[in-house]
């Protein structure tokens, strides 16, 4: 009878098991057909943001009986096409969907799959969708009255960018029917692309040209972005916002012409630096080149006016916000003053910087907005910690190590000691008054104006009429993609992003929060992890490194015993040479290990989190199983 109850109870259980099995198949296939889907991501990331709503909610009050077409293009059932590339298929096939079920009738969503040598190929070819691996197709094409916009190729690489792609193309269809936004770029780095100063052959060979930067390419894609030269005296009444990147030796001329232009009540977006690492002066010798030699760049007349102090002399390092050593930039150097960002560094308060992950701001400014003029207000953008200090620029690029060791110098607790909190960037509100109160610079009263003169000084703007915006970011080299951009395709923070978000936050506001939201979600858990493990085996590597160095210290100074190479042969000592040697080898050795038992706790913290991750879920649904059994089971024998 016993025998046959446990047999009983090993029936139940495996028939129990197979239920589950079937029910769970059941679900996922019902779930499936009928498209139920629950986001469990942080910021919920698979489901329509509020910025893409409110653009189909505007598409919805167009009230013209014109329905904006979108036309997917995904290959499917075609060899060739890889795995990664369906299921990033299904993942836009199903944004999509969310777009025309809340926009209803407004969209007309058609998905074609265009498999070769078929009409649906044509019609890919015409709309401009670009053919991968001569096998397939993935992309979009929005079409609202006479305007299409296209994306001929989802990139699966930029996956987190997806919804924002897609609301960028509607939102271009939409709004071409008017006017875009221009923006002046006034700057005397080479954004502009050109030929390569770095190599002395590209004068002679047109094919070693430099692109524009990547951020201005980005802005080309929605607003007509037009060249101002650095020695500008005008500023045209076309250009609706103003970029001044890297304002190094500007005139007073030049420097009036902003004055006026922000008076005006038109927008300005500064970005000033103490040490950009892309002037490398004016020296001709590619070889001689050295990383922010140009000098800094301020709007000093302009920033003194305002009550802004800006410190175009020494840059900020950072105890908690420097690259880590393991970022493939850094090389395994320690560099506190190559700034990495992160959530805790942004205001949560303001739209431009809330859904911000990372930023990159290598070797930035300080502003100091203590002091303003009466009529203007701050808010900080980007601030470092709390564990920061002002240093040199220049032997920051070098000293990391030694700038590491006097945020230290006399703490008793391994805290860092005499730091402080600084802001990196910077919104100014208020109504701004003029810089220059006699007018035009080089206009005086003491010789006859000429009439020009006369119809500039009538023009003279001293104060703005109503409530205007700055925006002032103490660094230049943010805005160069070799510090956040890998091959081209991988974004390692989200400096781009920021820029875009102040550039639609002075215009349209509309993608910001689609943008920003979570695009970069750092493994701040891990990172926690990691920091704890280094500073484990901080102290001993310190420790041998410094012993190493006693050791070559004392090697050198027998090697360069005696004068001249007789005298040195004869002076020296072998045997002590030889132990010297044997040190220097065990104490190498030392180090490596320490190196490499590193190196294998900070793997093992990463695979116990995957692992953790990886089992977690299917344990919770054993552990409710068998939680379920376990009570029927007590329940059937009180029956």
Sequence with gaps: MKKETKLNVYANSLIGVVVIFIGIVLFNTITAQLKFKADLTEGDLFTLSEGSKKLLEDLKEEGDGSKLEIRFYLTQGEKGVPVFVSEHGR?????????QEYAGSNIELKKINPRRDTDEEELAVNDGIQLLNNAFYVGMAVSFLDTTEVIPFFDPAKSTTLEYDISRAIKNVLKLKEDRQTIGVMSSLNVWGGPDASNPMAMMNRGAQQPPWFFLRQLQQDFNVERLEATATEISDDIDLLLVIHPKNISDATEYAIDQFVLSGRKLIVFADPLALKDEGNN????????????ASTLSRLFTKWGVNFENSKVVADFNFRLNQRDPLSRGRIMPAYLALGKKAFNQEEIVTRDLGSIRMPYAGSFDVSNLATGLTAKELISSSDQAKLVDGMSSQFNGEKIMDSFLTGSEDGKPTGTNKFALAVKISGTFTTAFPDGKPGSSGEEEESDEEKTTNSNHLKESESENHVCLIGDTDLLSEEHFLVQQRFLLSQNVSFVQNIVDHFGDD?????????QDRPFTTIMDLEKEAQSKFEDKLKKLEAEQQAILEKKTKLESTGEGQNQFTLSIDPEALKDIQKKELEKRKQIREIRKELRSEIDLIQLQIKLANIVSMPALVIIAGIIFFVRKRKVTAAK
């Design 91 to 99: 993942r836009i096939e199903d944004l999509l969907d969310q777009y």
């Design 510 to 518: 509309t993608l910001i929060n689609i943008r920003s939201r979570n």
């Design 284 to 295: 001709q010798n590619p070889q001689m080149r050295i990383p922010g030699m140009g000098g």
